[in-house]
Structures are given as structure tokens and as C-alpha cells.
């Protein structure tokens, strides 16, 4: 579903990524790991259009990904989080879910200015849907709460909701359970393993929790200073020299 050939990304005279190849299957769940400045955002923001790399490609589905601007990949069924959560604070939880449905309305300015009958029946589709999602991830009881004020946990889940309003095939998950206490960051895990299943999902995330990505990954990839030193089942690379180097020093 997604190849990265050779990627590359300079910031001055920093390279931030160099050369960077991996690719991931349909339906499969990748964790992205590395110490801190490793490049792993980097690498989403290639991936969601942010940044331009500097060399390289990024194919998905067959296609030039790099050939596209970020407002077009939503269409694709590309959906993301983000580490620092990007919610709109004074917005309802069901508007910040519907903001992710905005690109599978088909009503123009015109006819949404002047409230028409088939905005109607458009705007009472997605809010059934966001509603369904609302439900699914315990999230109805908040629905018509603003965002501001409700806990970290909730926020997580309301920023994960958005991501799956997109209906997406490939979910991009940055730091999702970072921040989160052991109980939430174990029901979030089993969330996602469920819902991998049920909206048959591909999953890239990166996240700094090694039990969470252990437990949940089928393969993990380890970046240090902008480059890939593992690759591999779980089990493999939490063993490998390279990475227990990195975040631990060649002592260890």
C-alpha cells in the first residue's frame, strides 16, 4: 500500500531524513520508533504533504504521492493524528468529528449559503455517521461538549474519531497514547486493535511507548538520526544491537 524509496529531507545543513526506505502491506500495523529528533515526524509530515523532501519517493497505492497536494490526500483515504492535538477548542466534539468528513461533502458555497434541501440531507448523513463513530469510541456522552476542558484521554479519542470521519484505508498515528495512563494506554490499544479490524485499516504510528507498540505492531521500523537501523517483527528489533544502542548507549 505504501512504498518509501530513498527519502531524504535536509533543514539547512541538517539532515533530518537520509535515504530512507521502507514499505508497508495492506492491512498491516508498522511502529515507528527512535530516540527523540530521530525523524519520525518528520517522516508523517512527508507523508501528509508538510514537508517536501529534498530526494526520493513515496508511492501509494501505485501512486506518486509526492506528486500531490495536501488537500487531496483525504480524498485518497489517508487520514492522520497529531502529537500535540489539533483540536478546535470551542468547537462541539461532534463538529471537530465532522471537520474530518469535511471532503465527503459534495455541497458547493452556493447551495450551503442558501441552505438547500440536498445540504439538508447531506449535513443529516455525516452527522449519522460521525454520531456512529461518536458511539463506537464511548465519545456520545461529550458529544455537544465543547473540546476544551475534557481530559486527555477523552481528547485522544475525540482526535482518533476526526482521523476516522476521513473513512480512511491508511490511519497515520503520531504519539497517540503519549501522555496517557497505563489503564488508557492498554484500552487503547485493544481500541485499535478492534478497530483495525472492523474498518480493515492499514496503520503506521509512531510512538514512544515500546509496550504499546510491542503489543499492537506486527512489524517495527527504528530510525536514529535520520536513518533506518532496524527493521523487523517486534520481538526482533526491541533485541537489536543498534537500537538498544540508541536509546540506551553503547555502554548498555
Not at 48 to 57: A, H, I, S
Request: include cysteine; proline fraction near 5%; hydrophobic fraction near 45%.
Amino acid at each position: 500500500m505504501l512504498e518509501i524509496n530513498s527519502l531524504t529531507v535536509r533543514f539547512g545543513g541538517i539532515t533530518a531524513l537520509h535515504e530512507i526506505e521502507f514499505h508497508v502491506a495492506p492491512r498491516e500495523m508498522v511502529g515507528l520508533i527512535g530516540p527523540n529528533g530521530a525523524g519520525k515526524t518528520t517522516l508523517f509530515n512527508c507523508l501528509t504533504r508538510r514537508n517536501q523532501p529534498d530526494t526520493g519517493v513515496i508511492r501509494y497505492e501505485g501512486s506518486d504521492l509526492l506528486a500531490l497536494r495536501p488537500h487531496a490526500l483525504a480524498a485518497l483515504g489517508i487520514a492522520r493524528t497529531f502529537q500535540n492535538l489539533g483540536l478546535f477548542p470551542h468547537m462541539s466534539v461532534r463538529d471537530n468529528v465532522l471537520v474530518g468528513a469535511h471532503h465527503r461533502a459534495g455541497a458547493g458555497f452556493g447551495s450551503a449559503g442558501l441552505w438547500l434541501p440536498n445540504v439538508r440531507r447531506e449535513e443529516a448523513r455525516l452527522r449519522r455517521a460521525a454520531d456512529m463513530l461518536l458511539d463506537r469510541l464511548d465519545l456520545a456522552d461529550v458529544a455537544d461538549h465543547p473540546a476544551a476542558g475534557l481530559p486527555f484521554g477523552t481528547l485522544k479519542r475525540v482526535e482518533l474519531a476526526r482521523a476516522l470521519a476521513v473513512d480512511p484505508r491508511l490511519l497515520l498515528l503520531d504519539e497517540p497514547v503519549n501522555g496517557l495512563s497505563h489503564g488508557e494506554v492498554d484500552e487503547f490499544a485493544a481500541l485499535l486493535r478492534d478497530l483495525r479490524e472492523e474498518l480493515d485499516l492499514t496503520v503506521v504510528v509512531v510512538e514512544h511507548h515500546m509496550g504499546f507498540v510491542m503489543g499492537t505492531c506486527d512489524r517495527v521500523v527504528c530510525l536514529d538520526f535520520g536513518r533506518v537501523i532496524a527493521e523487523g517483527a517486534p520481538e526482533y528489533v526491541q533485541r537489536h544491537p543498534a537500537v538498544i544502542e540508541a536509546y540506551l548507549g553503547a555502554t548498555a
